[in-house]
């Protein structure tokens, strides 16, 4: 039997779970994953190699190539100027962001160096998810490959929850393991 996969899951089990503890009048209510998003700062990273292998490294994590994100204005205690390139981001959709999810929560997760579990305070008020990465070896594309330096990532999961409690309730349901 062929592995279901997790948008097929949430279309099966997860839509009629939700409108059964909610009481959502129509399934288009329910909240669903909107998108993911990859942030990397490289704001302390000054040599250009370095750089190049955190956009190698994200573009193996993510699937896609980043987008560099430059600083909005110049910041002297940090050394930088305005137009700087400060960090990386990726933003995923469709096919490639809930691979990504499920790549994340059944493999990344748990081998993640003292994991308990999600806390719940990760949650904004809409139901929105973020959490950080301290070492981005967690991932399975990491096995083998040759890195010098280990950096750390921000993995926010942004959903159409209107409530924190309903975004809660759907991660869970999708298999993030959230602390009680």
């Keep these: ?48 190699k370095q750089r190049e292998e955190v956009i190698k490294f994200l573009t193996l994590i993510a699937g896609q190539k980043p987008s560099p994100r430059s600083a909005k204005k110049a910041i002297a205690s940090f050394k930088t100027r305005k137009g700087l390139v400060i960090g990386y981001q990726v933003t995923l959709r469709g096919r490639r962001m809930y691979d990504f999810i499920s790549r994340f929560t059944d493999i990344a997760l748990p081998r993640t160096r003292d994991f308990r579990g999600i806390d719940a305070k990760s949650f904004d008020s809409g139901g929105n998810l973020t959490i950080g990465i301290k070492e981005h070896i967690v991932f399975p594309e990491m096995i083998g490959e040759d890195y010098h330096f280990l950096f750390g990532l921000e993995v926010t999961i942004v959903t159409t929850a209107p409530r924190r409690e309903e975004g809660v309730e759907l991660l869970k349901l999708m298999g993030f393991p959230i602390k009680q």
Aim: proline share 6%.
């Design 1 to 48: 039997m062929p592995i279901q996969s997790l948008q097929e899951r949430y279309n099966k089990d997860i839509v009629p779970a939700m409108v059964k503890r909610f009481g959502y009048k129509n399934i288009m209510a329910v909240p669903r994953i909107q998108k993911v998003v990859l942030n990397c700062g490289v704001g302390k990273l000054r040599d250009e």
